[in-house]
């Protein structure tokens, strides 16, 4: 049998001593580890909580949303528009959508500028104040442009009140809305030059409300002609189908001769008592001057 020295083998028996003695601890502190419950992490380790994609609200989401889902929305929501915006929905605009103005989840970031949702058609060339033409019931709604009208110097009334701006503001890009002349023969010109009868003709003014109104321009009625000599009351009223059955031949002049109860013979005969009698209008009117006998 072969004997080695101790100082040989004794330092490499300890060093393996050492070793799984160290594997043990190690192991042990392991299993240890995984046994124990986790540590809340720390303060400035927790998660942060979700921000509202709408910004800082004053409600909470359940005010809005249900525990079901995030949508459909609650129904009606607890949200007064008019009152906590101090934008009031009304006409069309209380059937738009929120996302139809709202493009931005964030709810605060949002204009009230008619301008911010819909496209200005005259490009600014009237200014912004979009409501001084229009309102909330829809483009079409005359009503602000008759108040507009109302305060200007043509009131729109009658048959004015239900065609375009455009049949009057002429001469430029129907946008622009340039002034125009208020007095009628300003549109009315070709009417004028085209009546029957002839009213260059016969001399007839150029002011058209004398004889016009503007719920019916083909009725002509001269109510203040009853000023001059009454045709709307008296003998005459009814007696007559147009000017020209007594201005035959221009406004300026008139005739009492044409009508047939003015037969000659019968007015010689009935006047053949009164000094200088004539047989002439101007007389006629001279004695008669209401029209009655």
Same mark, same amino acid.
């Given at each position: 049998?072969?004997?080695?020295?101790?100082?040989?083998?004794?330092?490499?028996?300890?060093?393996?001593?050492?070793?799984?003695?160290?594997?043990?601890?190690?192991?042990?502190?392991?299993?240890?580890?995984?046994?124990?419950?986790?540590?809340?992490?720390?303060?400035?380790?927790?998660?942060?909580?979700?921000?509202?994609?709408?910004?800082?609200?004053?409600?909470?989401?359940?005010?809005?949303?249900?525990?079901?889902?995030?949508?459909?929305?609650?129904?009606?929501?607890?949200?007064?528009?008019?009152?906590?915006?101090?934008?009031?929905?009304?006409?069309?605009?209380?059937? =738009?959508? *929120? +996302? !139809? %103005? /709202?493009? #931005?989840?964030?709810? $605060?970031?949002?204009? &009230?500028?008619? @301008?911010?949702?819909?496209?200005?058609?005259?490009?600014?060339?009237?200014?912004?104040?979009?409501?001084?033409?229009?309102?909330?019931?829809?483009?079409?709604?005359?009503?602000?442009?008759?108040?507009?009208?109302?305060?200007?110097?043509?009131?729109?009334?009658?048959?004015?009140?239900?065609?375009?701006?455009?049949?009057?503001?002429?001469?430029?890009?129907?946008?622009?809305?340039?002034?125009?002349? =208020?007095? *009628? +023969? !300003? %549109? /009315?010109? #070709?009417?004028?030059? $085209?009546?029957?009868? &002839?009213?260059? @003709?016969?001399?007839?003014?150029?002011?058209?409300?004398?004889?016009?109104?503007?719920?019916?321009?083909?009725?002509?009625?001269?109510?203040?002609?009853?000023?001059?000599?009454?045709?709307?009351?008296?003998?005459?009223?009814?007696?007559?189908?147009?000017?020209?059955?007594?201005?035959?031949?221009?406004?300026?002049?008139?005739?009492?001769?044409?009508?047939?109860?003015?037969?000659?013979?019968?007015?010689?005969?009935?006047?053949?008592?009164?000094?200088?009698?004539?047989?002439?209008?101007?007389?006629?009117?001279?004695?008669?001057?209401?029209?009655?006998?």
């Amino acid at each position: 049998m072969i004997s080695h020295p101790a100082h040989r083998w004794f330092p490499a028996l300890l060093l393996s001593l050492l070793a799984c003695a160290a594997a043990a601890a190690l192991a042990a502190q392991q299993d240890e580890e995984r046994e124990a419950p986790a540590a809340p992490p720390a303060e400035s380790e927790a998660p942060a909580a979700s921000a509202s994609p709408h910004g800082p609200l004053a409600v909470g989401c359940e005010h809005c949303h249900s525990p079901e889902g995030w949508r459909p929305l609650r129904e009606p929501l607890p949200f007064h528009h008019d009152r906590e915006t101090g934008f009031p929905l009304v006409a069309s605009h209380r059937t =738009v959508t *929120c +996302v !139809g %103005c /709202h493009q #931005d989840l964030r709810f $605060s970031h949002v204009a &009230s500028a008619c @301008a911010d949702c819909h496209e200005d058609v005259h490009g600014g060339t009237l200014g912004f104040d979009c409501q001084s033409c229009h309102s909330p019931k829809g483009w079409s709604d005359p009503g602000p442009v008759l108040a507009l009208h109302a305060a200007a110097l043509l009131p729109l009334t009658g048959a004015h009140a239900t065609i375009e701006c455009e049949a009057c503001h002429r001469g430029g890009p129907s946008i622009e809305m340039r002034a125009v002349p =208020v007095e *009628c +023969v !300003g %549109c /009315h010109r #070709d009417d004028y030059l $085209s009546a029957q009868p &002839s009213h260059l @003709a016969l001399g007839f003014p150029l002011d058209c409300q004398q004889c016009h109104d503007t719920v019916d321009f083909a009725n002509a009625d001269f109510r203040d002609h009853d000023r001059l000599f009454p045709i709307h009351s008296g003998v005459h009223a009814r007696v007559w189908d147009s000017c020209s059955d007594c201005h035959p031949s221009g406004i300026a002049r008139f005739t009492c001769l044409t009508c047939h109860e003015h037969r000659r013979s019968e007015m010689d005969d009935e006047h053949d008592d009164v000094r200088n009698y004539r047989y002439e209008s101007g007389a006629c009117l001279s004695c008669h001057p209401r029209g009655n006998e």
